[in-house]
């Protein structure tokens, strides 16, 4: 399967590789010259260019043809102009797709003007080949570990099984530095599949035990500590937050910490804490039920979290890094907390309850001020599906973010700019602290109807003590696409590449 695909850099003759497609990239500003003569070299027609523009991730599969290539197929790939990297992606991520629908295990990819491209891109050819193998894991992701395939027509040998090898033809003067980008790629990509997997897992299927041994397993298979904190050492930190949200559970919470201390020197202390709401029914505030299993992937911010640690610790970046999860679902039942309930969470503070649907901010407290307690980093980055206002703010593609550091927002969204995963900044003005003002309490969980994002985030400012480089990354939207409102449905595995790309640049 997909874990298991093999990446080739190989510098032989297109001609002479062995594969069941070979793609032929173009940028839609070559596309007379460069297409026509590959096609008449190929001794294909030229009618094929009526329809073929060149678009990123457009592909005509070609048939036939007199050529001496080894290939059974040879298609034509779109790049759009050739001018970003967003665009290379997005022919990765198409060309990947359609080979699983084809039900092909070996491609091909002409990368032998891959250097033109890293010049008009502006990025080097060791990311472009990053992202292509990233793309290709994003592109042939399925997720079919919970169909038994009792009800299926197709016999299991017709049924597609991935790309099992990828074969990448480049040029001798840069196949070192495609063979640097292939290994970044391969990181990347099954990190976010890991993520992918954990968010798609439904609520019957992952508890937040399994949270923490998805990170203990992870820990144990690359070298890094993660120590798992269970309900009785919770209730003795006095996590009052997670505790709250799990009282209607039949699962216990979990707090794990993940710790990857690199080998040499560490130029920072990062702490990146992950909402592990494992399914959000809302608790004694109920959510409404049309959709409410999409709250399967509350736990999103949890697994890019996870995804992000594990990726860091493969690629050996010089930083020593901290990842918090917080674990639980948000059910109600005669044992859940209640609207109106007074709790005191790990800092001291007090917190109102005015809706139990607004948990995540709950157990993101707890988090967020053990983090700063024990290990004083120099950033503290949280991910969390949050708010459903972020998603009316922003939309499915672009996560909400929150900094008190104008220079941390900014490296942030330069990340987000060159992974592709967008963020764009909200405000974080005091003003709107008054909306989250209590009568009994220290602060209340909610804020009513205005602006419940930028609120969301003034509560999780609360419990940072003070922190001076800390920012906020509300998910809700691109870390899980309903059906049919984008390309794939599911989870994304959004805020793996956002965050590794942040810690490469702080290495
Ligand atoms: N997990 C939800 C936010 C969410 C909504 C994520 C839709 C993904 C898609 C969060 O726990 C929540 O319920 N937030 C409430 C807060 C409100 C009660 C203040 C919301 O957004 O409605
Ligand atoms: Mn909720
Ligand atoms: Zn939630």
Redesign the pocket.
């Given at each position: 399967m997909i874990e298991a695909m093999k990446v080739i850099v190989t510098k032989n003759d297109l001609q002479s590789l062995s594969a069941d497609l070979l793609l032929l990239p173009f940028s839609s500003v070559e596309l007379k010259t460069e297409v026509e003569k590959a096609l008449s070299a190929m001794g294909f027609g030229l009618q094929v260019l009526k329809d073929f523009k060149a678009e990123a991730g457009e592909l005509v599969v070609l048939y036939g043809g007199g050529h001496e290539y080894s290939t059974a197929r040879i298609a034509l790939l779109g790049i759009g102009e050739g001018k970003t990297i967003e665009d290379w992606r997005k022919a990765a991520v198409a060309f990947a797709s359609k080979a699983v629908d084809l039900n092909i295990e070996k491609v091909a990819v002409d990368c032998s003007g891959i250097e033109a491209i890293s010049v008009s891109t502006g990025q080097s050819v060791s990311t472009l080949v990053a992202a292509l193998v990233e793309g290709c894991f994003t592109g042939s992701y399925r997720f079919d570990c919970l169909k038994s395939g009792k009800l299926d027509k197709k016999s299991s040998a017709d049924k597609s099984k991935g790309i099992a090898k990828l074969l990448l033809r480049v040029d001798s003067a840069v196949a070192d530095e495609a063979e640097k980008g292939v290994v970044d790629g391969k990181i990347i990509g099954s990190c976010q599949k890991m993520a992918r997997d954990m968010v798609n897992l439904p609520g019957n299927h992952l508890h937040a035990g399994d949270i923490a041994k998805a990170a203990v397993d992870s820990g144990k298979k690359y070298g890094y500590d993660v120590t798992v904190f269970h309900k009785k050492e919770i209730e003795a930190f006095g996590m009052g937050g997670l505790l709250a949200v799990n009282k209607g559970s039949h699962h216990p919470p979990t707090f794990t910490v993940l710790e990857y201390k690199p080998k040499g020197k560490a130029n920072a202390v990062i702490a990146l804490v992950g909402k592990g709401?494992t399914f959000?029914s809302?608790g004694i505030?109920l959510?409404p039920s049309e959709n409410m299993g999409?709250?399967k992937?509350?736990m999103s911010g949890a697994a890019s979290v996870l995804g992000a640690v594990e990726a860091a610790v493969r690629l050996a970046l010089p930083l020593h890094i901290i990842g918090f999860i917080p674990a639980t679902d948000?059910m109600p039942g005669s044992t859940a907390q209640q609207p109106g309930d007074v709790i005191t969470t790990y800092s001291g503070i007090t917190v109102e309850v005015g809706?139990t649907?607004?948990?995540?901010r709950l157990i993101l407290a707890d988090a967020l001020s053990y983090a700063k307690e024990k290990f004083s980093p120099d950033v503290i980055i949280d991910v969390a599906?949050?708010?459903?206002?972020c998603?009316v703010a922003l939309g499915y593609a672009v996560a909400g973010l929150f900094s008190n550091s104008d220079k941390l927002a900014d490296e942030i969204f330069q990340a987000g700019q060159q992974s592709g995963e967008k963020v764009w900044r909200m405000p974080l003005w005091d003003l709107y602290g008054e909306q989250i003002k209590s009568d009994v309490a220290d602060v209340n969980?909610?804020?009513g109807r205005g602006a419940?994002s930028v609120?969301?985030a003034k509560f999780l400012e609360k419990f940072i003590d003070g922190h001076k480089n800390w920012a906020h990354i509300d998910i809700?939207?691109p870390?899980?696409t309903p059906k049919g409102a984008g390309k794939v449905n599911g989870g994304t595995g959004f805020g793996v590449g956002l965050l590794v790309e942040f810690l490469k640049k702080w290495s």
């Open positions: 709401v959000d809302g505030s959510k999409e709250m992937s509350d948000n809706n649907d607004a948990e995540g599906t949050l708010t459903g206002a998603i969980n909610t804020g419940g609120t969301a809700a939207g870390s899980f």
